[in-house]
């Protein structure tokens, strides 16, 4: 319990990073019913999604990360 | 007993309703609301929750004459809102709560803190920032500010004064310990709803907020030493500082282990029913022990005298025999409880207002523009949500309130940015409790206001220019703003961000 109280005492930048075939699990933020691909935003962070649903939006899915560009803060992830 | 799902993951129908007007005017039960509770309470100065709910009552009907087709929808709409658990869990936490804090205020527990204060010697340069202190021990442990604040204007704010301390940081000191326990304590009605509209359970979130309250209380306490050093107070006989030393009583101290058997089973992630429900019965049995409090004190039914049920049941235990007008069912349990009755059917109401609005597609709409121009970044979309969540709750008088009502907004701004469940109840509990305490129309500014006037007829050395009129507390109210400010320093550096990649929030108890 007193690790919980102080757990976490730190800066997390807007910009969180991750490594392929990391498996996460985020909200769907987005969806484009024309090319049926997802967006998942963590921060300011974009990973774009395939193989999700348009009923997914707004819920969690579980995703695997496929690629991802520490500069542009963007990248690549499947369901 | 599982905790409910929130709002936004329970089954409800896709009901669409349509304002002549526009969108906007589904917002009209709760701006109606809103406008209403800044008359009475602001500029009237009546701080009565029956009012509110009538000025609720009247919002939802003249919103109903703005529908367009048929008004069945409406209704449906109405009763839809007032059966989402979001509303049932707080209003079930707060029966538990308010039956805990009564009997840990038969018990003599604000009596054994002031023992306490006494038996360090605490002066007029300290007792404000003791006060801030103990009063933020006693909302932590009984999760309701409103009743700290009535507990400490009736025993601490005299003898602070009696000391001579400033009446005016007396007060600011005791809204400030009332604003850290509704935000950290695990039994706060803010807290619960907190937890629960945000997909998280309870001890997660007191424990990952608690670096934002102690920051923000460590500031405090060293404010209102300066502030304290600052500004002389007033003078006042010896005999005042000795009455309130017969008053207090070290006794009261050992519902310390009520408190903490409460904080602790919650923390350690038990349902809030059954943490209280240990604390109530650690309270109880404390009471009859050590004699802090006769079992009539907790529970007593009071039987009419001269009748059959008088000369039956009289000499049985918890039955006390009164004259007939005095009939009824008494004690710690029966008032804690009842005395959110009001609050209860007030709370129903309101998510109904913020049902309709959401159906008319107002609530859409202000979140649309807030994500499309303003929340842009995570950092901007934090600040978004600390100042929607403090506007919203300046407004309304009753915090819960206000939160709930605000609670889907900071759900799906969070949400869009994937800021985890934890950090969305942070920000959304503190700002809330912060801005419950500090205006001159907030309820907690009203209730000390009022338990203060009493004081000039309880004591004859307290005149009346020693009561704090609620438009000068707000300035003195040091960790509400603090917490504010804590806040929005977060937002902006990122300190205790957490995404769902980091840690998903634990419902476990919903699962």
């Known amino acids: 319990m007193i690790k919980g109280l102080f757990a976490n005492w730190r ?18 933020t987005g969806f484009d019913a024309s090319t049926g691909r997802g967006v998942a935003r963590i921060g300011d962070s974009i990973l774009d999604v395939e193989g999700v649903r348009s009923d997914q939006l707004d819920t969690l899915v579980t995703i695997t990360v496929e690629s991802f560009d520490r500069q542009t803060h963007s990248g690549a992830a499947r369901a | ?137 006693l909302a932590t442990g009984i999760g309701t500010g409103y009743g700290t604040v009535i507990a400490f204007v009736a025993l601490f704010f005299p003898a602070g004064v009696a000391l001579g301390a400033d009446p005016v940081i007396m007060f600011g000191a005791i809204l400030s310990g009332a604003v850290f326990g509704d935000n950290l304590a695990p039994v706060s009605d803010t807290t619960i709803v907190s937890a629960v509209t945000q997909d998280s359970d309870v001890g997660g979130v007191v424990a990952s907020r608690f670096k934002y309250a102690i920051i923000a209380a460590i500031l405090s306490l060293i404010a209102y030493v300066i502030a304290s050093a600052m500004f002389s107070g007033s003078t006042i006989a010896p005999e005042v500082a000795e009455a309130f030393r017969e008053q207090t009583n070290p006794a009261g101290l050992l519902h310390l282990l009520s408190m903490g058997t409460v904080i602790f ?63 009824g069912v008494g004690g710690s349990l029966y008032n804690g409880a009842l005395g959110f009755a009001e609050l209860a059917v007030l709370i129903l109401l309101v998510i109904a207002g913020a049902q309709i609005m959401m159906r008319g597609g107002a609530f859409h709409a202000l979140e649309d523009w807030l994500l499309r121009t303003v929340a842009k970044t995570v950092r901007s979309a934090e600040v978004v ?54 205006f001159p129309w907030a309820g907690g500014v009203l209730v000390g206001y009022t338990q203060m006037t009493a004081l000039v007829n309880q004591y004859d050395w307290f005149s009346s220019d020693m009561v704090v009129a609620p438009i000068q507390a707000w300035p003195w109210v040091f960790h509400g703003w603090l917490l504010v400010i804590v806040f929005l320093v977060s937002a902006w550096t990122g300190f205790g961000r957490e995404y769902t990649t980091d840690r998903l929030s634990n419902r476990s108890s919903a699962s």
């Open chain 1, 11 to 28: 800066f997390r930048t807007s910009h969180p990073a991750f490594e392929p075939g990391q498996q996460i699990e985020v909200y769907l």
């Open chain 2, 1 to 137: 007993m599982n905790q409910p799902a929130s709002a936004e993951t329970a089954p409800v129908s896709q009901t669409t309703l349509e304002f002549r007007g526009g969108k906007a005017l589904s917002a009209l039960p709760i701006l109606f609301f809103i406008a209403w509770a800044i008359f009475q309470s602001g500029l009237l100065g009546i701080s009565a929750t029956g009012g509110l709910i009538v000025g609720m009552l009247v919002g939802l009907i003249l919103g109903m004459l703005f529908v367009k087709g048929d008004w069945k929808g409406y209704a449906d709409t109405v009763f839809e809102g007032m059966a989402q658990p979001v509303a049932v869990t707080a209003i079930v936490a707060w029966l538990w709560a308010g039956m805990f804090a009564g009997t840990l205020q038969v018990g003599a527990f604000v009596d054994g803190l002031g023992w306490l204060a006494v038996a360090a010697g605490i002066g007029p340069l300290l007792f404000p920032a003791i006060t801030f202190l103990l009063a933020a021990l």
């Open chain 2, 265 to 327: 089973t919650a923390i350690a992630g038990r349902h809030i029913i059954e943490a209280i429900s240990w604390g109530l019965i650690v309270a109880i049995v404390v009471n009859l022990v050590f004699g802090l409090a006769p079992g009539t004190d907790m529970l007593v039914f009071n039987v009419a005298e001269g009748g059959w049920a008088a000369e039956t049941f009289g000499a049985w235990p918890l039955v006390e025999v009164v004259a007939a007008a005095d009939a």
């Open chain 2, 385 to 438: 949500m600390v100042t929607v969540t403090a506007s919203i709750n300046a407004a309304i008088t009753i915090n819960t309130a206000a939160q709930i009502a605000v609670a889907p907004y900071i759900a799906t701004i969070g949400k869009r940015f994937n800021i985890n469940g934890y950090r969305r109840a942070n920000i959304l509990d503190a700002n809330t409790s912060a801005l419950g305490y500090i």
